[in-house]
């Protein structure tokens, strides 16, 4: 079965950085085919968009609480979409995942239609 894998969390520090990365399971599945989204969910909160790359045209989205902070980029050779996050906050804490988005409009934020969610990787900012 198909689904995506995340790396990269850990615990960092107010202020410092993580990249995050997502594959794919399957060697076989094309990331470039597909609108990428990363969210994330913190104990006792809803899982929320974080940001999202677009198929069609690279467009990126991200949450507010998170602009100028992350960045979201494909590389396609590795078949790998990365959330690099710097000036990193207590509250961005929580379990961080990638799925994909079959649609040829902007990505959105909202989980809804999003498939192959992995197993998340921890981010843990300390305050």
């Known amino acids: 079965q198909m689904q995506f894998v995340e790396s990269g969390g850990g615990l960092v520090r107010p202020g410092g950085s993580l990249r995050l990365s997502c594959t794919a399971s399957?060697?076989?599945?094309?990331?470039?085919?597909?609108?990428i989204g990363w969210f994330r969910q913190a104990p006792g909160n809803e899982r929320e968009g974080v940001s999202c790359?677009?198929?069609?045209?690279?467009?990126?989205n991200y949450a507010d609480s998170v602009k100028g902070r992350f960045t979201i980029s494909r590389d396609g050779a590795k078949n790998t979409v990365y959330l690099h996050m710097d000036n990193l906050k207590p509250e961005d804490t929580g379990v961080y995942y990638c799925?994909?988005?079959?649609?040829?409009?902007?990505?959105?934020?909202?989980?809804?239609?999003?498939?192959?969610w992995g197993q998340g990787t921890q981010v843990t900012v300390p305050s």
């Open positions: 799925a994909a988005l079959n649609s040829a409009s902007t990505c959105r934020l909202r989980t809804y239609g999003y498939m192959y």
């Open positions: 790359i677009s198929r069609k045209d690279g467009t990126t």
């Open positions: 399957a060697s076989v599945f094309d990331l470039d085919l597909y609108s």
